[in-house]
T-cell receptor, first 116, second 108 residues
Framework: GAVVSQHPSWVICKSGTSVKIECRSL??????MFWYRQFPKQSLMLMATSNEGSKATYEQGVEKDKFLINHASLTLSTLTVTSAHPEDSSFYIC????????????FGSGTRLTVV | QKEVEQDPGPLSVPEGAIVSLNCTYSNSAFQYFMWYRQYSRKGPELLMY????GNKEDGRFTAQVDKSSKYISLFIRDSQPSDSATYLC????????FGAGTILRVKS
């Protein structure tokens, strides 16, 4: 399977600031990456689909101006949480998919964001 | 109604027990079904995936899908304390949809 690196693993930021989270596919070129959010004791909710070289597709209810996604290369997608508020505190996880992965998506290790 | 329903548990079993984890789903378009294991504060790790109905076995793990009843199961034989984690079922039609996850605790 693929190897996905996510950075940072944990970040604390002040309310009103922006935070960038990186997701890297280390061993294959990912044309598509996915960003999920997971609240404590809840399941993963798909936020957006990141497509290399084009705009991301956001799920209903996710503010695209607040959660900026950039997929500038086949190995890197970034999620920027802009003007973060305490309610944005969550566990953010990326995953990758590619033809050779079929439907067994590989996930990054996640980023725990705490906004104070 | 959620597309994938899963009892969050927690489920507590003694070491060596057979564990049965289950999910139901409502969307008939789902074709691929997966089980992920997630340790605390980590990303999900794919355990098994199956296409359509049937069984799939990998070591101590067996996944079953019954599309007629829209039922997904994961069995863990000879459970170990290291199996203690949250187990997430997921289904794929045109996107991956997760269940809530079941917390499993295997006591030594």
């Amino acid at each position: 399977g693929a190897v996905v690196s996510q950075h940072p693993s944990w970040v604390i930021c002040k309310s009103g600031t922006s935070v960038k989270i990186e997701c890297r596919s280390l061993d294959f070129q990912a044309t598509t990456m996915f960003w999920y959010r997971q609240f404590p004791k809840q399941s993963l909710m798909l936020m957006a689909t990141s497509n290399e070289g084009s705009k991301a597709t956001y799920e209903q209810g996710v503010e695209k101006d607040k959660f900026l996604i950039n997929h500038a290369s086949l190995t890197l997608s970034t999620l920027t949480v802009t003007s973060a508020h305490p309610e944005d505190s969550s566990f953010y996880i990326c995953s990758v998919d590619g033809p050779q992965l079929g439907y067994g998506y590989t996930f990054g290790s996640g980023t725990r964001l705490t906004v104070v | 109604q959620k597309e994938v329903e899963q009892d969050p548990g927690p489920l507590s079993v003694p070491e060596g027990a057979i564990v049965s984890l289950n999910c139901t789903y409502s969307n008939s378009a789902f074709q691929y079904f997966m089980w992920y294991r997630q340790y605390s504060r980590k990303g999900p790790e794919l355990l098994m995936y199956t296409y359509s109905s049937g069984n799939k076995e990998d070591g101590r793990f067996t996944a079953q899908v019954d599309k007629s009843s829209k039922y997904i199961s994961l069995f863990i034989r000879d459970s170990q304390p290291s199996d203690s984690a949250t187990y997430l079922c997921a289904a794929y039609g045109n996107k991956l949809v997760f269940g809530a996850g079941t917390i499993l605790r295997v006591k030594s």
